[in-house]
């Protein structure tokens, strides 16, 4: 198991590298804004627990096949893309308004947006890559297994985003309804989300050309 001073600063780099600027803070930001706090904090949930999924990748090396294999990784940055252009989508069709029947809580919905929130990051082989190099900088050879210490470390990596991603969800929410004291502006937070989900989609298709 990892020690004290192991986890330590672990958290500490975690913590510094999720609220550092990026594509998954976009994300919450822009469904916080236009859909609500509730919603905001389900789809920030959602992201973080995805970041298990990579962190089973990791353990179990399939992030190293994913690296070693220019078309799987194309593959998955492209369908990756692909689903954050049909967020965006979703959100520019949006008529505004439909924020007081979110914020009623219809579970189903709450449940929806959260695993979207968990397949966005999961899908994202960037992510993947990162978990792979990041997890083991902290492994100790005399602490035991490293499959273990590193399944210890990303659910630590985990729990630490869930929370950050779950404040900024909620803030987000708070701003977005005070701005959305009229139907036009909640309108315009729908434009603005999807936007910024097609343009990060954008972005990661494009990375396959490079």
Not at 74 to 87: D, H, N, V
Not at 100 to 115: C, I, K, M, Q, Y
Not at 177 to 188: A, F, K, N, Q, Y
């Amino acid at each position: 198991m990892p020690g004290f001073e192991q986890l330590a600063g672990f958290l500490l780099a975690a913590v510094l590298i999720t609220a550092s600027p990026g594509p998954d803070n976009l994300l919450v930001l822009g469904m916080g804004l236009s859909q609500g706090r509730r919603q905001g904090i389900a789809f920030g949930l959602g992201c973080a627990m995805g970041c298990l999924w990579h962190t089973l990748l990791a353990v179990a090396g399939v992030s190293v096949l994913l690296a070693a294999s220019p078309l799987a990784f194309a593959l998955l940055q492209l369908a990756g893309g692909a689903y954050l252009i049909w967020l965006g989508v979703q959100a520019l069709r949006s008529r505004g308004g439909a924020r007081a029947a979110a914020d009623v809580g219809a579970g189903a919905s709450l449940n929806r947006l959260f695993w979207r929130g968990v397949l966005a990051n999961a899908i994202n082989p960037k992510v993947a890559l990162f978990f792979l190099s990041f997890l083991p900088q902290f492994v100790v050879g005399g602490h035991g297994a490293v499959p273990l210490q590193m399944a210890v470390l990303g659910a630590v990596f985990t729990a630490q985003a869930a929370l950050l991603f779950g404040l900024l969800g909620y803030f987000a929410g708070r701003l977005g309804g005070v701005l959305e004291r009229s139907p036009r502006i909640g309108l315009w937070l729908d434009r603005i989300a999807g936007g910024v989900f097609i343009a990060l989609g954008l972005r990661l298709m494009l990375m396959v050309a490079h």
